[in-house]
């Protein structure tokens, strides 16, 4: 028996590879995926593959997968303080502590990010050099969250100490809390429930339609409907946006598209279409994700422990710890 995280799971996900399908057209993911014409133009070709990948692990007919493929360790994710790194574990005990323990770090200043695309080696450097800064200053998660620290507090420091050394700019300091940049993400950690008790078929179109009722009323028009399919551009800076726009406009991947667009519509304005066209699609994914979950009837079982191992998920030590430690007890009594 076997208990993941939804971050694990998620990750398994991302590692599962799907063989002999290049492309998913709308007749397969009606066919295969769920039945629904509006809902196709929602995703890229990635997220299409996700999703097909997710419904068919859980349905059990991994013909399409790729089981046994070399899965490296996660790599150190440099847009965060302190390191990531090391193996995603599942767990054996559904009490383990792990499973509550939750996603605790700071961000990198934007500033420090742009660099990885531009200058690698000094991204490298700069990045290092804060950590060791966060290390020396005993900037710690606790402090923060005892209000020792605070956004204020790691700016002020920031911009004191790294762009005069290191020719970067300056985070700008917002007169209000509600514009400031903030350092310290907290995301709660939590283990995947059966859905079948809570699960509402009923309810759960009528939240698909009303997800494609508002995607429609966003993607008003042809030119904007073609954009939305470039939603990952979001993070990006302005300067390779334009760039990409320009570059597939040429290409002829965005034959609705004017060369103008991005002069006439403003590229802030571009921005905020994709951040809503993405919590859209994060919704409709979840939603997806909770019917597929449902008509599988998902459970701690659906994954065996040699499955998981095939895609370097490792057992969480504490939990099996914890096992032992059990059985030992309980062979005294």
């Known amino acids: 028996m076997s208990f993941l995280t939804e971050y694990s799971y998620r990750q398994l996900i991302e590692r599962v590879e799907i063989k002999d399908i290049d492309r ?3 007749q397969f993911f009606k066919t295969n995926i769920f039945d629904n014409d509006y809902l196709f133009y929602f995703y890229n070709q990635l997220e299409l593959k996700k999703l097909f990948a997710e419904k068919t692990l859980l349905s059990g007919e991994k013909r399409h997968i790729l089981v046994y493929q070399e899965v490296p360790e996660r790599v150190d994710n440099l847009n965060f303080v302190l390191s990531i790194e090391g193996n995603v ?7 383990c502590q792990a499973l509550s323990k939750g996603f605790k770090n700071f961000f990198m200043p934007e500033p420090v990010v742009l660099l990885e695309k531009t200058d690698a080696e000094k991204h490298k450097i700069i990045v290092d050099e804060i950590r060791n800064w966060f290390k020396r200053k005993n900037y710690t998660v606790e402090r923060y969250e005892n209000g020792e620290i605070n956004d204020q507090i790691l700016t002020r420091d920031f911009n004191s100490t790294f762009p005069k050394k290191f020719k970067i700019d300056k985070i700008t300091i917002s007169q209000s809390e509600k514009g400031q940049f903030k350092w310290y993400i907290e995301k709660k950690t939590k283990g995947i429930e059966q859905t079948e008790k809570s699960f509402n078929y009923d309810i759960f179109l009528d939240e698909i ?3 494609i009722k508002g995607r429609d ?6 030119t904007m409907q073609n954009l939305s399919r470039y939603d990952f551009l979001v993070r990006k800076d302005n300067q390779s946006i334009i760039e990409y726009i320009e570059n597939s406009i040429q290409k002829g991947y965005l034959k609705e598209v004017s060369p103008q667009f991005i002069n006439n519509f403003g590229i802030e304005r571009l921005k905020n279409f994709w951040k809503s066209h993405l919590d859209l699609k994060r919704k409709s ?30 057992p969480c030590r504490l939990c099996y710890n914890e096992t032992e430690i059990n ?6 009594q």
């Open 89 to 95: 574990k599942y767990h054996k005990n559904h009490n």
């Open 285 to 314: 994914m979840k939603l997806l994700s909770d019917y597929f979950k449902w008509t599988y009837n998902y459970g701690n079982n659906t994954f065996s422990e040699i499955f998981l191992e095939d895609y370097n998920l490792k």
């Open 209 to 211: 339609i009303e997800l």
């Open 217 to 222: 009323f966003l993607c008003n028009s042809k």
């Open 24 to 26: 998913i057209d709308k």
């Open 327 to 332: 059985k030992m007890l309980n062979k005294k």
